[in-house]
């Protein structure tokens, strides 16, 4: 199983950027995606996720209204558009897949198995 994150970059605060995670290796129809985020020396946190087959998504509060998690199924590929970016949104931004998770835990980083690289978003005041 590959997870191949890309799309980051330096961009001016109030400005865009849309990351794409390309999934590979089985198929993920069962599956739940996310986008996680790790600042330098700050913890990995949870940013969105939505479920393969569809249905509901989710949002930190912190990028709630701002960000859109999406995925193509023709493509097996999985978006984050990133809206009204500030500084604070300056960190790795990492995909992640993973089997059969509950509602309770689709914000864990232990509920997903499979993390593609990290892509980099810098975000200047």
């Known amino acids: 199983v590959q997870l191949q994150a890309s799309g980051g970059g330096l961009v001016q605060a109030g400005g865009s950027l849309r990351l794409s995670c390309a999934a590979s290796g089985r198929t993920f129809s069962s599956y739940s995606m996310a986008w996680f985020r790790q600042a330098p020396g700050k913890e990995r946190e949870f940013v969105a996720a939505l479920k393969w087959s569809g249905g509901s998504t989710h949002y930190a509060d912190s990028v709630k209204g701002r960000f859109t998690i999406s995925r193509d199924n023709a493509k097996n590929t999985v978006y984050l558009q990133m809206n009204s970016l500030k500084p604070e949104d300056t960190a790795v931004y990492y995909c992640?897949?993973?089997?059969?998770?509950?509602?309770?835990?689709?914000?864990?980083?232990?509920?997903?198995?499979?993390w593609g690289q990290g892509t980099l978003v810098t975000v200047s005041s």
């Open positions: 992640a897949a993973g089997s059969g998770v509950i509602l309770s835990m689709v914000r864990q980083i232990r509920a997903y198995t499979y």
